[in-house]
């Protein structure tokens, strides 16, 4: 099976797990709580649909881990998959408030549907719920693996908070050096894809060793995917068209190749500093940036980080059909170009 | 040991194990955010003191019920003590910014001082190190006790934010009756003590007849807490003179005794409805209202909680001075005059 077979299988059981642990909710006096749920999860209101939903990443590395792992069961891995992805949701809720962003896959953000209170308490709630998600490992498994897996969740929920501070204490600091975009990313994306490699190798039965070359994969992959995301946030097509105004170079993102522009004290480090970048400068701002090298370095750490991903996933011995879709899937998640 | 003297032993190790707990964030990089939670627990920044910080009633209500059952070691239960105080104060946080609410047991909220969406994040913090103050008790207990008391943390939460979903669903309602009264206070203010002597009593090493007669003593005990705490919102000293602006009055609070008034269709009900009750009439409205039944009906309410509180205590034979001094707690709890 490659992967778009396995995801056929998994991926029907990942909604249906994600859907009886956001049940919990659903009673007649918070039927409008319930609501807010899976709104943003995906599954009801205008726009609901596979795009609303995103693309559940985090899940499948869960339950592909696992099954890579001696070829265990799968299945009874679902609710820490559940897990990550409500940790996952959790986040954007509160994230869309932090931003103020006003929409998210294409729909309204829940704060703007429900109002600002109502919203950090419905990402409090998708919070809760992973937390009771991880618990109901207990049915399927001893209660130390149950406990080592809640702790890795719990420690990288603290882990995004900790990039969650940086990220925003990061706003309107000009002073700031490549070695301050390592910690933020780390927290931000890093942690929960290793958190899903971890536990699903924890659950597959895996030894130390293997466990931390999971996590080593997971952490590695998801810095790789976010420098990626740097790059087409500068120069993919939609960025550099500025069709959507989403160009990271207008919303001023301190991103990778941005922290290599300052560093190189050039051309853009100069018009960064003096004003907001506006939308009409976008190409010629990227081009500037290229030019002084951010692309290309911003291309080789990608390169580098996804090296030592793949590296990691050989040691860990992945295997089957599972081991081979984890492959592809790192290929996938890497080479976008969108 | 009576309960002052318990309180002596007890207060210092509950901060203790906070301290630690906390000091998960206290590094270099996220020192201000390690700053933030230390300030809203009262240990630092201006105003820092036992003023600051609460009594600290919950993780002590954790603390004497393990240490009533039969003796049990009390000190092996604080990082439990310690989780219930966090969630408590994450939802603190997380509540001043719904109700923008400025100041907090004398000083400016954590969103005023430092932003709401670092209030968020700040918020999430606390509730994360919840979940990991539980996890550590995997070192003093068995694993099977450390799941048992994680669920009912993370039920509670649950019940917190479903109980957080209609008291601000109630706002602006006016077709309220008394019955949609009693689910709001149960998820806000019952489901966390009752947390507290659950947990405290598992870890005790209590059989199931005994924990489920703990956790009716802790859901009641909170019950009756809110109804006393309704009625001095209304009939206190303070929101009677009105020289704080508290009273539940003024502020449209769809407290106990106002449902009760609206349900007697009579004087207070018909101003009620017409609009927002003004500081200068708030002893007038009160004694309408008092006139009318309503205090008379909650603290009949109250008293039916506290002996049906006392009874579960009486069942749940909790021993030696602890158990004397739980009593205590509960007659402090309920008999306060503000």
């Keep these: 099976m490659n992967l778009k077979q396995q995801m056929e299988i998994m991926l029907p059981a990942i909604e249906a797990e994600l859907q009886k642990q956001v049940a919990r909710l659903d009673d007649a006096a918070t039927r409008p709580f319930h609501e807010m749920l899976t709104y943003h999860l995906g599954w009801t209101g205008e726009g609901a649909g596979s795009e609303a939903r995103g693309k559940r990443i985090r899940p499948l590395l869960v339950l592909l881990t696992t099954a890579s792992c001696n070829g265990a069961e799968w299945l009874p891995a679902a609710p820490a998959a559940a897990a990550v992805e409500l940790v996952h949701n959790f986040s954007l809720v509160h994230d869309d408030i932090q931003d103020n962003s ?14 600002m209170p109502q919203a950090i308490n419905a990402g409090d709630a998708l919070f809760v719920i992973s937390n009771l998600a991880i618990m109901d490992l207990a049915g399927n498994y001893p209660a130390d693996k149950v406990i080592r897996s809640a702790r890795v969740l ?18 309107n600091r000009s002073d700031l050096i490549i070695e301050d975009y390592w910690p933020m990313v780390e927290g931000k994306t890093a942690a929960l894809l290793s958190a899903c490699t971890q536990i699903g190798s924890i659950l597959g039965g895996a030894d130390d060793f293997t466990i931390e070359q999971y996590r080593i994969f997971g952490r590695d992959l998801g810095l790789a995917f976010q420098v990626q995301d740097d790059i087409l946030g500068i120069w993919g097509d939609e960025a550099l068209t500025g069709k959507s105004a989403a160009s990271d170079l207008v919303e001023g993102k301190n991103s990778l190749p941005v922290l290599y522009g300052i560093s190189q004290k050039g051309r853009f480090a100069k018009r960064w500093a ?24 911003a291309r080789r750490e990608g390169a580098r980080l996804t090296n030592q991903a793949l590296n990691a996933l050989k040691k860990s011995n992945a295997q089957g059909a599972a081991g081979a879709a984890l492959i592809e899937l790192a290929d996938k998640l890497l080479q976008r170009e969108s």
């Design 102 to 115: 006003p929409r998210r896959r294409g729909r309204p953000t829940v704060w703007k549907k429900w109002s």
């Design 154 to 171: 719990h420690e990288t929920c603290l882990a995004l908070t900790r990039g969650q501070f940086l990220d925003m204490s990061y706003e």
């Design 274 to 297: 003096a004003s907001a970048i506006h939308p009409d400068e976008i190409a010629n701002v990227a081009r500037i940036l290229k030019d002084e090298g951010a692309y290309e370095f």
